[in-house]
């Protein structure tokens, strides 16, 4: 039962001088790319190259929320779609992900909120993805913990209820891909920085390391927060991505005490329970462009500030840690899916902001396709980069974006 | 138990008992114990069961290193018994455990361990896939320490305080003390923090002195009440530093005794310097069932003699690695806890007078040896130990282990302001590899021992404090530092890792209950370095926070991958400690929160409207009125409006003036509309958009007098207006000034058909619709010379005067309205009324009947867009590209079927027979009294915008089959030709 196999490569495998693809990040997205390569496309001769270990981004740094109650046609079937990849990825990987089906409530605070709640519900039923709208009783009866006080900054009106979300184990997730797709033969390469990406007559050549130019014909650049920084510097494409610190933390470990992961947009707050039983949460970002990962004294305040109010018998549970990763925003909060623009042979994949966990899956299944095809899916083709040259936005966002100078 | 009474270094009052209830009995500590001290007096040994095997745990340790003494105190779960004072009637409970943590149902578990490797549950219980979600149910139920009821409510008092220093020094040892004097003498204003009820640190329960110098716990005393008599060293007890960030700032919660106003103090603060003098703790030293109750480390066995007056056991062995330890050892002895062996890991560089001591006591003392194993389930039955290289041991029966491999410095507060540790291979210490400029240490943290040394090295951090800070005492310092330098280093405690071997309940972390084995599994799976090490087996990440685990687990790592070296030797090959993060402490939510104020903004006007009924809601930062009923039917307001006359307080809309040379300019930059065409006297409704055109705000611009202009926004973007408008002008040197007036402006919108009525009897103003017409604008008086700004709009489609009065005047403003109104059926009404009063007009609201992704032109408004302005005004570029693009959704007018179908607002409209069916979806829709019909507003797709298109929409309740139909109508519906308005 207990093979003393790896998970995680022991040492780099050896460094090649050429492969069909390189994957410069070796977080969740390129993973589940290098998997799917490998396992739908059988493309093996594929590199990963991270310049930490793989998962140390964000990855490792999400609160491992999953679910598919997004707002618009063209995001809801690819975040469904992550979502019913989950069984079967513990299936496929024989690493079992922890995929606990829970529910996700959003919390709503105001008619305003309960009517984008509405929108929401209704594109996702439609869509065949279950969603429901529940008034604050109902509410919480699910949430026992809730206060349904009038008298709170944000009085709870209802809940918008999504049973087929949950959380996942994120690292069970890294260190699954990791495993299933160095099995067949994929390279990863920790502590082997990409240096540069050489192009010729406008299509890629080779990425540049530390030892040397691998030549590859394909080359994807998915390093979360970092992806529009090496875009800029290494091939001088402009990325409409503003990187913004957003911090988690967890109290000490309870007994089951919230059944679903729960959220708020008005608090700024989101909590879920993990299966170690400390409550996890977090939210909003620090609203102001920063490449570090420190966490903020006022965040963490705030933080308790938020769920002292909105669940009151947290007063008496302590923070234990907290801890920040890289969001990769774009102005309509959807991600760039891109390739073979402006350069041949070069895609990416970025501008998840806080949707990366909750979509790899599905996204390294589309990305891997796009790679080896060198078409765009058609799931994929909003996503492009060009909408926002066009002026297109997504729409994933109901409310009024209060913009600022710093986004 | 009966305590040691007289020792000089005793913290607790013998003669002050305090009593306490632990399982259903009664029993009694003391005024100074903790709730762990007080329990172990009465003779409790186990005082938890572990996370995973249910093994048994007891005190170990005095500061909160591990979960193991975490209990449920007065309902609150996972309390650290260890440092949480023992107040009057404690009701203590035992925590996950079945039955009692003496007695745990669960204790079978620690023989299940084969078949928990680390991370094992990511290769079990995930066939068939069936099993997973039973499993994860047991999971949930078997983790998590403490329960907290859903209805618990926190009945402590917490305070907030932001206090200012240039100087925070964390830690109240002798080298904190030193340092605060020090930084005193030289002006700076000090502050320090101390974890513990009383300064001291390792001096405060220590009898021996180092030569001819008083007795430690004396030269600690003496630096406490020096310390404490100085007007500029203000002095937090109980109070542990938790958070440290960038530029020095400094985190701490204050635990309040029984005279403090408070039961948790949050404190933050931004001192210019910062002193860590947090000194140093035992390491923990690793063996088989190193964590049994009966085994502590040494320090804590001699705390719990010297300050709490308690002989931790009966008989007892030390297993040391350090002078320390050997002192504990010598003076336990001395006060009568018989000692029957001390085994040191050390071969040499032991402190000769405490060898001697040993000798002259007749205990036997094995240098090179250390403790291999302990006997016994629920205690210590025996120890069993060896020599170093394995070739002899020895068997001793003992009821207590004090045992330590040697020290790890308390450097966690240190690395939250330095990043990242490197391993030291003289100390063996992990230690920062660069400091922030105004931050420096002092102390035990750096591995020094003698008292002479210590004390100085406070000294010279407290000076290169203020010099940082710019007092003149560099020489001073550099005096200090020489002083330091020629004094004898300390003898270096043992970098001792562990005896070889399968380390399967060699514990390296208790609170996840990681073992040695699971480091070598997870070393031996890839995961090659104590981060990654520490998600794959949790070790490090429970309530102790690596206090038990952060330093020995990079030494297992390197023992592990090297494992033919000299186990003493393993410098060079030590990866990086896990990175630490703050809080250091767990903190109580109740204690970030603080006092819980709910920060909102309420107009002039908000108590008027209570009495009146109002029921608000939060809109942005401010309480809005937005119901006069409580059945939340304001159909009766929407009426009176549409047939007498209302009053709507809209204070919240930002109000803002703009003046000066470039003032225009600045007004052409960020509207759409040509702001150079406005007329004297005339209202100019405008909007904002961003670079993509999608509309950000609206509002209407008014010109009062040469390059002086008042512009409105909407409620939620005030807030926003004037950094937007100065990021927008930034780099055009543009001479302007821009004054947000939205919380000294009251706005009062008087509408309906007899509003002129009501606005003829409180002012001499003419206000005929000859001399103030729709459109226009006028200053004048009310009564008693209350000075308004008024506009004649309509928003809501009826006669309507928008009165800007000052703030103070917007109570008397209104009282004299509401008088002056009551013959015409005036009665105020709300955000909601008006909000159907406007619908009916087919006025939009940004946000409801907008997107982030609505642009001008999709809302119809691209009358408001100027194209051949001088300035090209933002989004300019994005509203001409946007003219040819046929594919957005665009603002339409529906109207019901069924005029008794009202479906919900963001109902979704679709179309089965499209590629993409969801083709728009409902912003407002409301039964209209005034229609009779079922009218909204919806974005849709420009190909279903033709007037008369059939639409359905689906509200998300039911099936998807289940539409309601509608129709694309003509907007305005009430009133189109706007005469109403005109009146």
């Not at chain 1, 099995?183 to 920790?190: A, D």
């Not at chain 2, 260890?82 to 669960?106: C, H, K, V, Y």
């Not at chain 2, 330091?484 to 060699?506: D, E, I």
Request: glycine share 10%.
């Amino acid at each position: 039962m207990f093979g003393a196999k790896h998970i995680l490569p022991k040492g780099n495998p050896p460094l090649e001088s050429a492969y069909d693809a390189v994957l410069i990040g070796g977080g969740l997205h390129n993973l589940a790319t290098a998997w799917f390569l490998a396992k739908e496309h059988n493309m093996n001769r594929v590199a990963v190259l991270e310049k930490n270990y793989i998962g140390y981004g964000g990855a490792g740094r999400n609160t491992a929320i999953v679910r598919a109650n997004q707002r618009t046609q063209k995001n809801i079937p690819l975040y469904k779609e992550a979502l019913d990849l989950w069984p079967v990825l513990t299936r496929e990987l024989d690493f079992n992900l922890m995929f606990y089906n829970c529910g996700n409530l959003n919390l709503l605070h105001s008619e305003a909120a309960v009517k984008a709640a509405r929108t929401n519900i209704a594109t996702a039923k439609f869509l065949g993805v279950e969603s429901h709208l529940l008034d604050a009783a109902e509410t919480a009866k699910r949430v026992p913990a809730l206060n349904l006080s009038q008298k709170i900054t944000h009085p709870i009106h209802g809940a918008m209820y999504h049973p087929p979300g949950g959380i996942v184990r994120h690292d069970a997730v890294v260190w699954g891909l990791a495993k299933g797709a160095a099995e067949k033969g994929v390279h990863i390469h920790q502590q082997t920085e990409a240096l540069g990406i050489a192009t010729k007559n406008g299509r890629v050549t080779g990425v540049k390391t530390p030892a040397g130019t691998i030549y590859t014909p394909r080359v994807l650049v998915s390093a979360g927060g970092y992806t529009a920084g090496l875009l800029y510097h290494m091939l001088k494409i402009k990325m409409p991505i503003s990187v913004l610190t957003i911090q988690a933390m967890v109290t000490q470990p309870l007994k089951p005490l919230l059944d679903h992961v729960v959220s708020s947009g008005a608090y700024h707050v989101y909590a879920n329970q993990t299966l170690k039983g400390e409550i996890a949460t977090g939210a909003h970002m620090d609203p102001w462009p920063n490449y570090t990962t420190q966490t903020t004294a006022g965040y963490i305040k705030h933080q308790a500030e938020a769920l002292v109010e909105l669940m009151p018998c947290l007063a008496g549970v302590k923070f234990m840690r907290s801890w920040a990763g890289l969001a990769d925003m774009t102005p309509d909060m959807a991600p760039i899916m891109d390739g073979n623009d402006p350069v041949e042979g070069v895609y990416m994949n970025c501008g998840w902001g806080y949707f990366g966990f909750k979509s790899c899956s599905a996204t390294g299944r589309y990305m891997a396709r796009f790679l080896a095809t060198g078409k765009c899916p058609d799931r994929l083709k909003p996503f492009a980069l060009a909408r926002f040259k066009n002026h297109r936005l997504m729409g994933e966002t109901a409310a009024l974006v209060n913009y600022t100078p710093d986004n | 138990m009966k305590r040691l009474t007289s020792l000089p270094t005793l913290r607790v009052d013998v003669g002050r008992p305090v009593p306490f209830v632990y399982k259903n009995q009664t029993g009694r500590g003391f005024k100074g114990d903790t709730i762990a001290t007080a329990l172990y007096a009465a003779g409790v040994r186990i005082f938890s069961r572990s996370l995973k095997y249910h093994r048994p745990r007891g005190l170990f340790s005095l500061d909160g290193e591990s979960s193991n003494t975490m209990m449920t105190v007065n309902g609150v779960p996972n309390v650290r018994t260890e440092t949480t004072l023992l107040a009057e009637g404690a009701m203590i409970r035992d925590q996950n455990a079945i039955f009692t943590a003496r007695n745990d149902l669960l204790g079978f578990m620690d023989r299940l361990d084969r078949f928990m490797p680390a991370g094992f549950y990511y290769e079990t219980m995930h066939k068939p896939a069936s099993l997973w979600p039973v499993a994860a149910k047991m999971v949930r139920k078997a983790a998590g320490l403490g329960r907290i009821a859903p209805d618990f409510r926190f009945s402590g008092a917490c305070d907030e305080m932001y206090p200012a220093a240039d100087l925070c020094v964390i830690g109240g040892g002798p080298a904190g003390m030193e340092a605060a004097l020090a930084a005193a003498d030289q002006g700076l204003r000090v502050i320090l923090l101390e974890a513990r009820p009383w300064l001291g640190g390792s001096f405060d329960y220590r009898e021996r002195g180092s030569g001819e110098d008083a007795p430690l716990y004396r030269q600690a005393a003496d630096l406490a009440s020096r310390v404490s008599t100085r007007a500029a060293i203000r002095v937090f007890t109980r109070t542990a530093m938790v958070g440290g960030y960038s530029d020095n700032l400094v985190t701490a919660v204050t635990e309040g005794g029984p005279d403090d106003p408070f039961d948790y103090r949050y404190l933050e603060m931004r001192p210019r310097a910062v002193v860590v003098a947090t000194g140093s703790r035992e390491r923990p030293l690793i063996f088989e069932n190193n964590e049994r109750p009966g085994v502590m480390l040494p320090d804590c066995a001699l705390r719990l003699a010297r300050t709490y007056g308690i002989l931790a056991g009966r008989e007892a062995v030390f297993s040391v690695g350090h002078d320390l330890g050997l002192e504990a050892a010598l003076d336990l002895s001395e006060l009568g806890l018989p000692v029957r062996a001390v085994a040191d890991v050390r071969t040499k560089g032991h402190d000769p007078a405490l060898v001697r001591g040993l000798a002259d006591r007749r205990i036997p003392f094995y240098p090179g040896w250390a403790a291999a194993a302990v006997e016994g389930k629920k205690g210590v039955k025996s120890v069993r130990l060896a020599s170093c290289d394995g070739g002899q041991y020895r068997i001793l029966t003992c009821d207590l282990l004090a045992a330590a491999a040697g020290h790890t410095p308390a450097v966690e507060p240190l690395s939250l302001f330095c990043g990242p540790l490197a391993y030291d291979g003289q100390t063996g210490y992990f230690l920062p590899r660069t400091y922030p400029a105004g931050v420096f240490a002092a102390g035990r943290i750096y591995g020094l021992e003698a008292p002479q040394n210590i004390r100085i090295s406070g000294r010279v951090a407290g000076l290169d404090a203020a010099a940082f800070c710019g007092a003149d005492c560099r020489g001073a310092a550099d005096a200090h530092r020489n002083e330091l330098a020629a004094l004898p280093m300390g003898r270096p405690a043992s970098k001792w890792v562990a005896f070889p071997g399968p380390w399967r309940k060699h514990f390296v972390d208790f609170d996840e209950d990681v073992t040695g084995k699971h480091i070598r599994q997870a070393v031996g799976r890839g995961f090659g370095v104590p981060e990654l090490i520490k998600r794959f087996t949790a070790a490090g990440t429970g309530p102790g926070q690596g206090g038990i685990s952060g330093h020995n687990l990079p030494l297992l790592v390197a023992a592990i991958k090297n494992p033919s070296r000299d186990r003493t030797d393993i410098h060079g090959t030590v990866p990086a400690p896990t990175t630490v993060r703050p809080p250091l402490r767990p903190v109580f939510l109740a204690a970030y929160a603080g006092s819980g104020r709910e920060m909102v903004k309420r107009t002039p006007v908000h108590d008027a409207q209570a009495w009146e009924g109002a029921v608000f809601r939060r809109v942005g930062v401010w309480h809005r009125a937005r119901y006069f009923s409580a059945d939340l039917d304001v159909s009766e307001e929407v009426d009176n409006v549409r047939t007498n006359v209302g009053m709507l307080d809209a204070s919240t809309l930002g109000c803002f003036r703009i003046f000066g040379p470039d003032a225009l300019s600045a007004l052409q930059r960020v509207y759409a509309g040509d702001m150079s065409k406005i007329k004297d006297g005339r209202v100019k409704y405008a909007a904002m958009c961003n670079h993509d055109g999608c509309v950000i705000d609206d509002g209407v611009v008014i010109r009062i007098g040469e390059n002086d202009y008042m512009f409105t926004t909407s409620t939620g973007r005030a807030g926003e207006t004037v950094e937007w408008i100065r990021y927008h002008t930034r780099f055009d040197n543009w001479d302007f000034h821009l004054v947000n007036q939205t919380d000294g402006t009251g706005v009062i919108n008087l509408a309906g058909p007899r509003a002129r009525d009501v606005l003829e009897r409180v002012t001499d103003a003419d206000v005929s619709n000859q001399a103030f017409s729709f459109g226009c604008w006028k200053d004048f008086s009310l009564s008693g010379g209350i000075p308004v700004r008024c506009l004649r709009l309509g928003f809501v489609g009826e006669l309507s005067f928008e009165l800007n009065i000052p703030a103070s005047y917007m109570q008397a403003a209104w009282d004299m309205l509401r008088k002056a109104g009551s013959g015409f059926g005036l009665r105020p009404f709300g955000v909601e009324a008006q909000n159907i009063l406007r619908l009916e007009k087919g006025h939009v609201i940004l946000g409801q009947e907008s997107e982030q992704r609505t642009n001008l032109l999709d809302l119809n408004m691209g009358f408001l867009f100027s194209r051949d302005k001088d300035i090209r005004p933002v989004g300019a570029d994005a509203l001409l590209q946007a003219e040819k693009d046929a594919g957005r959704l665009t603002l339409v007018g529906i109207r019901m079927t069924d005029s008794s179908c009202v479906p919900p607002d963001g109902s979704i409209l679709v179309d089965d027979q499209v590629v993409d069916p969801v083709i728009g979806y409902v912003g407002t829709i409301r039964k209209s009294r005034a229609l009779d019909a079922v009218v909204g507003m919806a974005l849709v797709e420009r190909a279903w915008t033709a007037e008369g298109t059939r639409l359905a929409v689906y509200d998300g309740g039911g099936e998807p089959s289940e539409r309601h139909d509608a129709t694309v109508v003509r907007m305005p519906f009430y009133d189109p030709e706007g005469i109403r308005m005109r009146m």
